[in-house]
């Protein structure tokens, strides 16, 4: 293939895949809010004296169902339809107008890590923090920078994904009052290794049972990076 076909089709991907939208931009920026406070609910929440700790389970659950439950509501009802659509105009994504948005899926895993990992809120908080934060960079970086495109994601935006798991274990995890208590405040470099890469891996080819039935990652990385870190911390300290 010759450098002026090559040039030609790295144009024609970049008008059609590579446009950093102001909607895209709302939505990341939405993303990276719910990023920080979902995760510090579940791992603060239970040490305030007047709360159960299971408190964050109960408050997901409800968001969860809250979710589902307009989620119902907008694809059968024409008036709750259109004023969804209106106020959702800023973040949503064409294709979430017939299918449950990011956020109904980001609810249903911030509940099942708050169960799975009950007794290691440590593991809720980084899972769930690493995907949603990584997920946003390798969607900005991939759109503003990428050029080796795999599947409908990019080689770039994996990399920036995996650099920010790292920045956030060696940088941010052991400056969070807290987090890291149950660890002696660090996590094992192979561990952060293994889980900065399956976060990344995970995000960039997500779960699927045949052709026609994936799972969609804002379900699916979370709890698979938080069942990576409660099996692979013992072997580590």
């Known amino acids: 293939m010759s450098q002026e076909t090559n040039r030609i ?3 024609q991907y970049r008008g059609k895949n590579m446009v950093l939208t102001k909607e895209e931009i709302n939505r990341k920026l939405l993303h990276i809010f719910s990023g920080t406070l979902i995760p510090a609910g579940i791992l603060y929440i239970p040490m305030v004296d007047d709360y159960s700790p299971l408190t964050p389970v109960v408050v997901l659950l409800l968001l969860t169902l809250g979710s589902l439950l307009l989620e119902y509501l907008r694809f059968n009802n024409a008036a709750v339809q259109k004023l969804f659509t209106s106020l959702g105009a ?5 294709s979430e107008r017939k299918t449950l948005t990011g956020s109904t899926y980001i609810f249903a895993s911030a509940f099942i ?3 799975i990992f009950y007794q290691d809120p440590q593991i809720s908080f980084i899972a769930l923090s690493l995907f949603i934060l990584g997920d946003a960079v390798a969607a900005i970086v991939g759109i503003r920078l990428g050029r080796i495109k795999i599947g409908k994601k990019s080689l770039e935006g994996s990399a920036a994904c995996f650099l920010l798991g790292l920045l956030l274990f060696f940088f941010v995890y052991p400056n969070v009052p807290m987090l890291l208590d149950r ?3 660090h996590v094992p470099l192979p561990l952060i290794l293994i889980v900065s890469f399956a976060n990344t891996f995970f ?3 997500p779960i699927r049972f045949g052709k026609n039935f994936p799972i969609n990652d804002n379900l699916s990385v ?3 990076t938080g069942m990576v ?3 692979c911390y013992p072997l580590f300290v």
Request: glycine fraction near 8%; aromatic fraction near 8%; hydrophobic fraction near 55%.
């Open 203 to 205: 995000e960039l080819f």
């Open 9 to 11: 089709l790295l144009k």
């Open 113 to 115: 890590c708050s169960v």
């Open 90 to 94: 800023g973040v949503l994504r064409s």
């Open 183 to 185: 660890w002696n405040g």
């Open 229 to 231: 870190m409660l099996l």
């Open 222 to 224: 979370p709890l698979i």
